[in-house]
């Protein structure tokens, strides 16, 4: 969480673009972005496509992503399955609100941070009335998102994750 940090630094050209980072297989809902590119400025740090309205990045390196995250508006991540995906955890930890798919972590966060959950990936109502909640309450969800990271993601609380597991299984 100290490389993955909120930065004054911003990269140009990303102020309020909602980011998408990932493959584009076909469980990680890259139509959704597309869908919302329609309306509202998307970045995508994934292969190029052919679409018109997203920004692409396809050869961002490790060293940027921090500065990627702080400059977004919020991250996407409306994938149909997944575990807690490492954009997501990355992303809050830079202080910008991950929006997800009510999937793999989703319902964890929703706990914590209700407004960012949207229930059904392929709801493109609910995905933008997360967005509009970003644009709503921004500064309040970059703070319980960098939040959530540091108070479930540290290295001791992983380490009890996985001993439990453990547990479980033996």
């Given at each position: ?107 964890e966060i929703a706990r914590e941070i209700p407004e960012m959950i949207v229930g059904n990936p392929d709801d493109y109502d ?25 108070k479930h993601n540290s290295l001791k609380d992983w380490q009890k994750k996985w001993l439990a597991l453990a547990e479980e299984?033996?």
């Amino acid at each position: 969480t100290e490389f993955y940090s909120p930065r004054k630094k911003k990269e140009p050209g990303l102020e309020n673009s909602n980011l998408y980072v990932g493959s584009r297989a076909p469980w990680k809902n890259f139509e959704m972005g597309e869908k919302i590119a329609q309306t509202r400025k998307v970045t995508a740090v994934a292969r190029r496509g052919s679409e018109k309205n997203i920004k692409f990045i396809p050869d961002a390196i490790e060293s940027q992503m921090p500065s990627i995250y702080s400059s977004a508006h919020a991250l996407l991540a409306p994938s149909y399955h997944e575990g807690f995906g490492y954009a997501a955890a990355e992303s809050m930890s830079c202080g910008t609100p991950a929006i997800f798919a009510q999937t793999g972590f989703g319902p964890e966060i929703a706990r914590e941070i209700p407004e960012m959950i949207v229930g059904n990936p392929d709801d493109y109502d609910a995905m933008m009335r997360a967005v509009q909640a970003v644009d709503d309450n921004r500064k309040e969800l970059s703070a319980k998102s960098r939040s959530y990271i540091l108070k479930h993601n540290s290295l001791k609380d992983w380490q009890k994750k996985w001993l439990a597991l453990a547990e479980e299984i033996v």
